[in-house]
Structure formats: C-alpha cells, structure tokens
C-alpha cells in the first residue's frame, strides 16, 4: 500500500524563515496536469501572487507508511487521534462536500481541501478568514536497519487578500493559513512516531479509545495487525 494522505493552520506553531516575493521554485512541485484542471484557476491565483512562501526539506521520521497513508486520507480522525494522545489541540472536521475545517483552540477556522493526491505527492488548498495557502507535501518511504522511515517535504504558498496584510504577514513571520497546515501534516507525522515506537502498547489503547470514531478505529486496529 503505497500513499500519504495529509493536513494541513493565527497561531506560530512553528517560526520560520518566509521570504516575500517570488514564489518557490515551482518546478516539479505542483503537477501541471492539476493546475489546468478544474481547481486551475485557483491555484495559479495563490502561486502566481503568493505573498510569502516558505519550505521545509528533509523531514525524516520513523513509521509505517500504511499507517501515515490511512491517517492523512482521514484528516477527522487523526485529529481525534492527536488530541487523545496530547499532540495537537485542532479540531478537524469532514464536511459533506468532502472538504475539511479545521478550527484551532482560539476559534480560527479554515477550510481545507486535498485537490490532489498520488503515490508520492498532495497538494492541499486551504482557505481562512485573511488570506489563502497552497501547500505541497512530497513524500518516500524506505527502510535501513531494521526500520522503517518516511521522509517528506513540505512547500507552503500564501496569499494575503490584502496590501497591508500581506506588509504584516511579513513581520510576523507568515502566522496564517500556512501554519495550520503544516501544524497538522506536522502533527500526523509525530503521531504516526509514536505508533512505530510502541505499536503493541498503541494498539491496546486503540481498543480502550471508545470515544474515537468506530470504523476508523476498526480500520486502524486492522492495518495494525498487519504489519
């Protein structure tokens, strides 16, 4: 099985270095067959005017990949997941049009929607109260050692709706729509960790989690036995 699904949101989670201007070098990042498809339109308005753009290269951490695949296709249910085990504190959830909100603990709500997904790749549109992001997450899964690891990359593209927003987002470090995403990318990561690090002892308290979503938690237990 092979996929990541993702997430991904004012709040600094994470401060880091955005430069305004020119956008990430969009080469072999955003699939072109996405951007003349039907959300087109759309991405090509935050990529081409993005206010600030930021990445993140090189992530690495332990874990299965069914595991990581199934929580980032369930973004609902990884943040249930995530906030019984004390790692994130976002709300996300599944709409019927198949989107996602995700609302943070001060009441910050954003829209959420997975535009494109492959076996290596997603592309996740998300929209808030002051701006718009794009953010691209790459991904490859290998083993060394005994072990097994997911490495990825996160690209992130904002647009602010405004001049003075977008002088403010750059002092502030781009604190928008942004954060959030990688805040829940970030978080599906450290979770699926702990899982690798301890299934055993993870898939006992699956089984005592009654609060959780029952086919998801099903569906869990059964990728988890197996591995």
Do not use: C
């Not at 090509?44 to 992530?59: C, F, I, M, N, P």
């Not at 690495?60 to 929580?71: C, D, N």
């Not at 290596?120 to 929209?127: F, M, P, Q």
């Not at 097994?148 to 593209?157: H, P, R, V």
């Amino acid at each position: 099985m092979r996929h990541v699904g993702l997430m991904i949101f004012a709040l600094v989670f994470i401060i880091a270095p955005w430069s305004p201007g020119s956008a990430v070098e969009q080469g072999g990042v955003i699939p072109q067959s996405l951007l003349s498809g039907s959300n087109g339109r759309e991405l090509r308005e935050v990529l081409e005017k993005a206010s600030y753009t930021d990445e993140k290269r090189g992530l690495v951490i332990k874990g299965y990949r069914e595991v990581y695949e199934y929580l980032l296709n369930h973004l609902d249910f990884a943040s249930q997941l995530g906030r019984a085990l004390n790692l994130t504190d976002y709300v996300i959830e599944e709409t019927a049009a198949g989107t996602y909100e995700a609302t943070t603990p001060k009441g910050a709500l954003a829209h959420l929607h997975v535009v494109y997904a492959d076996d290596d790749t997603r592309v996740v549109l998300a929209e808030a109260k002051h701006g718009r992001a794009v953010v691209v997450l790459q991904y490859a899964s290998f083993d060394r050692g005994g072990d097994s690891y997911i490495a990825y990359d996160l690209y992130g593209y904002v647009r602010a709706d405004n001049p003075i927003l977008r002088v403010l987002l750059g002092l502030l470090g781009g604190i928008v729509v942004n954060r959030r995403i990688e805040h829940v990318l970030d978080s599906v990561a450290e979770l699926n960790e702990r899982i690798y690090s301890a299934p055993g002892l993870f898939y006992q308290e699956l089984l005592a989690r009654h609060e959780l979503s029952p086919d998801h938690r099903s569906e869990l237990l059964r990728i988890l036995t197996q591995l």
